[in-house]
């Protein structure tokens, strides 16, 4: 233990060193003032390269290596959260990244594929020191002993899953399995399909799958970002820490809600009222919403022009109309062509009555007079309140609100019953997949911000031009004082001319690429991460593939915790439109959350519907029953059930259908309960759709007779240690077998 002590000491003496110059380096960019132009890109990189790694450093700063392996061939290897290197000429490596090839063995040997492998060795550390050792021997012939043998090799898992859960989802570097180490580094190109019940990790995997994609693929995935989503805001806190822990932060997390820039999804849909806004066919509803602003006079409209009235009927308006559709651009983006098209029409219907020769017919007029008469019509305001009629400019926004506020017509009547709503009212987060949809088929009438960034570029080029010239000066003046006419003297004006530097300029955004992307509602990702991706609608499905242009993405997610109508059934449903049968399906199959006690009872409950259903195994048995009772006073009763639950360490979820809380909430001291609750509370408040993907040492699932089969599954499939049942009225049918 002292030699591995030694070792650590080391290698925190490198990481302190490393923070020292890092932070020197970042100190001294940021001190140097008004510097040139050049110089200041140059240093705001640094400082964005530099805070990176100091965040890294710092993040991974007390849990910096956790393993060795030693191999037959006599190397051995240190592996560790970031890789290290000494600080020699030939920078020889001293710790190695989780994520290179060369850590492998330590998560995949075994006695029979042993990879080369001699020892594993887990090292635990609390802080800076080390406080265990776990050696596991490969070749059970080894005679070497050291007397941190185990022999099983998973009481470092075991630990892990049994300690005090504390509102925040951790890091499994520690102890990837082999099924779940396949999976994180299965190849990035490509649709890949995660599948496994409750607690197999697929959170936990697809997390570590970001982080070694961006370890794998920096070049790439450094610029176009990884999205991950969640199902809810929750559910995004809780899995928050892990990728900064291991030192990854260009990643953008957000809940499909979240994907609309400049929207805020606050209000809630029905469940009626998501299913019909998430169902494919809403696709062709705006398109028609959209085609119907593409209206026809009724019957014609009148426009004065210099004395003379002209009548635009439907069939000239036809004809434009189709003219437009013709060219088969967004509707907002062939405002242009309408516009050209309308203006020829009122041109020809002006020049016919006032250059007609009255005597034989012919046109009097040549044709600057006709591009005359064509600006002249361009100038009239009654020409442009025709057009805005017959072809506004539409934004995604006004789409969606005329159409939820007026849905007869484009859905069956008990459809439109379900989602008819006040145009003012908040958006929800179904309505973020239909205002993307809406944007998708309007495009943009992008004359004006091409004007603006015309006017804007030759703004800056001529802002470049300035610097330049003060450069130039400068040298001037240098050169004017030195005695040696020869000297070589490199000024900006050599090197870059003020177009190019103006481009320089442009790129001057350090966001990082997931702060972009997350202003930009046609980013293309590198890589998309889906959880709970069994809850998404058919309209979800298609605003994130326009996200993801390559279809590079991991889904993860179980069919039988499927709680949202709008849900997508089977992962075929959900890829066929996008890549045909082209995607990859894996299963995890071992449940490192629910102890075997409580799985059997959550099995329980579906196999009463699906008497085949198969679940995942429970790696460990705790020996403790969990229980449920009957009760009439359940305010009461809850508060407690709270205090015999409540862990000495650890959290407690009391799941409850929502119109409890408050009833429940009076009763319960410094309990959380919000539609946003603060999981790190030791006693939370939740409803069953807000329980899922969390977890919690003790679970108390109050009147489970209220929730639907998979509801009620998630809620039982919380807890690590304990799991307590309250009912006023008879439990349902499995619950009353395996509990009664
Ligand atoms: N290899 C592992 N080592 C240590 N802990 C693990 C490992 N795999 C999973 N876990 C732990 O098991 C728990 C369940 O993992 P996770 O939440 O990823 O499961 P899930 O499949 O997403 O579950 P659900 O579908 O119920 O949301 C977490 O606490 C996770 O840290």
Redesign the pocket.
């Known amino acids: 233990m002292r030699g591995e002590q030694e070792f650590i000491d080391g290698l925190y003496a490198r990481v302190d060193a490393l923070r020292g110059m890092t932070e020197a380096a970042v100190t001294d960019a940021l001190a140097q003032g008004n510097t040139p132009m050049q110089a200041r890109l140059e240093r705001d990189i640094l400082v964005a390269e530099r805070s990176g790694l100091l965040a890294a450093l710092n993040a991974v700063d007390g849990s910096l290596c956790f393993g060795r392996i030693d191999l037959s061939s006599g190397a051995s290897h240190h592996i560790g959260r970031i890789g290290l290197r000494r600080d020699d000429p030939e920078r020889t490596p001293v710790l190695v990244d989780w994520r290179a090839d060369i850590a492998r063995p330590f998560y995949l040997a075994t006695g029979h594929t042993t990879m080369g492998l001699r020892r594993r060795r887990h090292i635990s550390t609390d802080g800076r020191r080390v406080t265990a050792l776990h050696d596991e021997f490969l070749d059970l012939g080894d005679a070497t002993r050291t007397g941190h043998e185990d022999p099983a090799g998973d009481a470092v ?1 075991l630990a ?2 049994n300690s005090a859960r504390t509102g925040r ?2 890091d ?1 570097v520690r ?3 082999a099924e ?1 180490d396949e999976i994180i580094r299965a190849p990035h190109r490509g649709v890949l399909v995660v599948e ?1 019940g ?8 697809a997390l570590h799958r970001a982080a070694y994609l961006l370890y794998e693929h920096r070049d790439l995935l450094a610029k176009r970002a990884v999205l991950i989503v969640g199902p809810n805001p929750a559910f995004l806190g809780y899995i928050a820490e892990v990728l900064p822990s291991l030192g990854e932060t260009g990643v953008l997390l957000a809940t499909v809600g979240e994907l609309y820039p400049g929207v805020k999804a606050t209000a809630a849909d029905t469940p009626e009222a998501a299913a019909v806004k998430g169902r494919s066919d809403m696709a062709d509803v705006l398109a028609a919403v959209v085609r119907d602003r593409q209206a026809l006079p009724d019957p014609v409209i009148a426009i004065e022009h210099d004395r003379e009235v002209l009548m635009l009927d439907e069939g000239l308006v036809g004809v434009a109309r189709e003219r437009t559709r013709a060219a088969k651009l967004p509707h907002n983006a062939a405002r242009e062509h309408f516009e050209g098209h309308i203006l020829n029409t009122l041109t020809e219907l002006y020049a016919e009555r006032v250059g007609t020769d009255p005597y034989d017919g012919s046109s009097l007029l040549d044709p600057s007079d006709i591009t005359q008469i064509r600006d002249e019509l361009a100038e009239n305001p009654e020409v442009w309140s025709a057009l805005d009629q017959l072809w506004p400019v539409l934004t995604p926004q006004r789409v969606v609100a005329d159409l939820l506020a007026d849905p007869e017509g484009y859905v069956p009547d008990e459809d439109a019953a379900a989602i008819r709503r006040p145009v003012t009212r908040a958006w929800t987060v179904a309505d973020v997949p239909l205002l993307d949809e809406a944007a998708e088929l309007l495009g943009e009438d992008d004359r004006s911000a091409r004007e603006r960034a015309e006017r804007e570029r030759a703004r800056q080029v001529a802002y470049a031009q300035g610097v330049l010239d003060v450069s130039y000066a400068s040298r001037t003046y240098e050169f004017d004082d030195k005695e040696d006419e020869d000297s070589e003297v490199l000024s900006a004006h050599d090197i870059i001319d003020a177009e190019r530097f103006a481009e320089r300029h442009e790129e001057d955004d350090h966001r990082s690429a997931a702060e972009r992307a997350a202003a930009d509602r046609t980013w293309a990702f590198g890589h998309i991460i889906v959880d709970e991706a069994q809850e998404l609608s058919p309209m979800a499905w298609r605003l994130l593939m326009r996200r993801s242009p390559t279809r590079s993405m991991t889904l993860v997610g ?1 069919p039988a ?1 499927t709680a949202e109508a709008a849900g997508v059934g089977s992962w075929s449903g959900i890829l066929a439109p996008y890549v045909g049968d082209r995607w990859e399906h894996t299963r ?1 199959g071992v449940n ?2 629910t102890p075997a006690e409580i799985m059997d009872v959550a099995a329980a409950v579906v196999r009463a519907e699906q008497p085949d259903f198969v679940p995942p195994s429970s790696v460990r048995s705790t020996g403790v029953r969990p229980w449920a009772r009957a009760v009439d006073d359940l305010p009461g009763a809850v508060a407690e059930a709270v205090d015999e639950l409540t862990p000495a360490e650890g959290r407690l979820a009391v799941i409850a259908p929502r119109d409890l809380h408050r009833r429940l909430a009076a009763r319960l001291d410094g309990v959380s309960v919000d539609t946003d609750p603060d999981l790190t509370h030791q006693v939370v408040l939740l409803d069953p759709r807000q329980a ?2 969390l ?1 919690f040492d003790s679970v108390l699932v109050v009147e489970p007779s209220r929730y639907g089969t998979s509801d009620l599954y998630v809620a039982l ?1 919380r807890a690590t240690q304990r799991l307590g049942v309250l009912h006023t009225g008879n439990l349902p049918g499995p619950l009353a077998e395996t509990l009664g």
Not at 198 to 205: L, R
């Open positions: 898992l892990a899953l989802m951790h499994i102890t990837i399995q779940q496994g409750p607690g197999t990790g697929k959170t936990a995997v179980d915790q995890l490192y959350r899922k993907g977890e499939t």
